[in-house]
């Protein structure tokens, strides 16, 4: 079961808000998910990112790859 880690979007039109989950590879990006982890909201000032920590980290030891917009919010807010 390759999973992946990745943003899946909630909230309304022109206020996008997005959870970060862990779901598997082939599943589709508003599916069913195996574990959310975090809280993404890009529009308040200042931008809001929720994250449990040691359930990303668990995840990526475990073998999840990152989706290229969360390697942008690690990177950004200097998870890694």
Do not use: C
Request: aromatic letters at 10%; glycine letters at 6%; proline letters at 4%.
């Amino acid at each position: 079961m390759a999973v992946k880690i990745r943003l899946t979007k909630i909230g309304k039109r022109n206020s996008p808000k997005y959870r970060i989950i862990v779901v598997e590879e082939s599943k589709k990006r508003d599916g069913k998910y195996v574990e959310k982890i975090g809280f993404y909201d890009p529009v308040s000032q200042p931008h809001i990112l929720t994250i449990d920590k040691e359930k990303l980290r668990s995840w990526v030891k475990k073998g999840a790859q990152l989706s290229e917009g969360m390697l942008k919010l690690t990177k950004h807010f200097h998870f890694f």
